[in-house]
């Protein structure tokens, strides 16, 4: 179909009047699937438009209704969720707004999550650190403190049992689950030191990813996929001899934000395809191009 002709076809389905939009409802709960998907397929090409139309029907009394038009509106967010994430890869280039940017890709999967009450969770990891923090606040001594309370209290770890596992990856997940990748960690530990104006940045090693603490005179590394162990230069050149990959200055430089997405989005497609899962390695892809232009 070329551009114009899927533009037509958008605009006719967008001016359906109120008696095709009554017929489109009828058939939606049909026993034939194939009628089902004729509908579906329709209704999905109305657009956002369809939402305002469709909503009231998801708390119908007919479980088929409301099971058909749930899934038809999780298909519409997530493509709203899918173009707004894009235009952003476009538009920002290596120092986007990370945090922005992390929530964006978290709603491509899960369109419906609440990102307001997210940041005010991370918002409230940061102030409770803050008050046990005191002097340390300044320091590399603040390191330990926020260990405790991120990995100890609150139960943040390595997910090695499954590893390769999606989820690991949207950090919506990984706060509700406590549990992540090494990227998803150290955003979060990211995410949280700069609430607090700590001087951390993430660092991309090859097949690992670490935050890193620098002031003028003080460097330590940290580990947030084993509970945020505190490694040294010697550490991470160790690391990566014993992975077969030749030390370059490069590996423990500070790595951007849209360095950062993406290679999260490069690990997510990678795992989307591992798994078989061709349409969501699809739009990953679109990702990692869209922010490899960059």
Same mark, same amino acid.
Request: hydrophobic share 45%.
């Given at each position: 179909m070329t551009p114009t002709t899927s533009s037509t076809a958008?605009?006719?389905?967008?001016?359906?009047?109120?008696?095709q939009k009554a017929a489109l409802l009828t058939l939606l709960?049909? !026993?034939?699937?194939?009628?089902?998907?004729?509908?579906?397929?329709h209704i999905v090409a109305c657009g956002p438009a369809a939402r305002a139309w469709l909503q009231p029907?998801?708390?119908?009394?007919?479980?088929?209704?409301?099971?058909?038009?749930?899934?038809?509106l999780h298909h519409l967010a997530r493509q !709203?969720?899918?173009?707004?994430?894009?235009?952003?890869?476009?538009?920002?280039?290596?120092?986007?707004? #990370?945090?922005?940017?992390?929530? #964006?890709?978290?709603?491509?999967?899960?369109? !419906?999550?609440?990102?307001?009450?997210y940041r005010a969770l991370l918002d409230s990891y940061a102030e409770d650190i803050r008050e046990r923090l005191g002097a340390e606040l300044r320091s590399i001594g603040c390191l330990p403190v926020i260990n405790d309370h991120l990995f100890n209290e609150l139960g943040f770890r390595g997910n090695e049992k499954n590893y390769y596992d999606p989820d690991n990856s949207y950090l919506n997940r990984v706060l509700d689950r406590r549990t992540g990748n090494?990227?998803?960690?150290?955003?979060?530990?990211?995410?949280?030191?700069?609430?607090?104006g700590l001087p951390v940045v993430g660092v991309?090693?090859?097949?690992?990813?670490?935050?890193?603490y620098q002031t003028p005179t !003080?460097?330590?590394?940290?580990?947030?996929?084993n509970r945020g162990k505190l490694l040294t230069r010697a550490d991470c050149i160790r690391f990566l001899q014993e992975i077969g990959q030749g030390f370059q200055e490069s590996h423990l430089a500070p790595t951007t934000?849209?360095?950062?997405? #993406?290679?999260?989005?490069?690990?997510?497609?990678q795992i989307y395809h591992e798994l078989g899962h061709h349409d969501e390695a699809a739009t990953l892809q679109r990702y990692v191009v869209a922010l490899a232009r960059h």
């Open positions: 958008k605009a006719a389905a967008r001016a359906l009047t109120d008696s709960t049909d !026993e034939d699937p194939q009628v089902y998907q004729t509908v579906r397929a029907h998801a708390l119908s009394a007919d479980p088929v209704m409301r099971r058909r038009v749930a899934d038809i !709203e969720a899918d173009n707004a994430f894009l235009s952003f890869c476009l538009r920002h280039g290596e120092d986007c707004d #990370l945090e922005e940017g992390v929530w #964006l890709l978290a709603r491509t999967r899960y369109p !419906e999550i609440n990102v307001a009450a090494p990227i998803s960690l150290c955003t979060l530990y990211w995410l949280v030191a700069r609430r607090l991309g090693l090859p097949r690992h990813f670490l935050c890193r !003080e460097t330590v590394f940290l580990d947030a996929f934000p849209g360095r950062t997405l #993406l290679r999260m989005c490069s690990n997510l497609h």
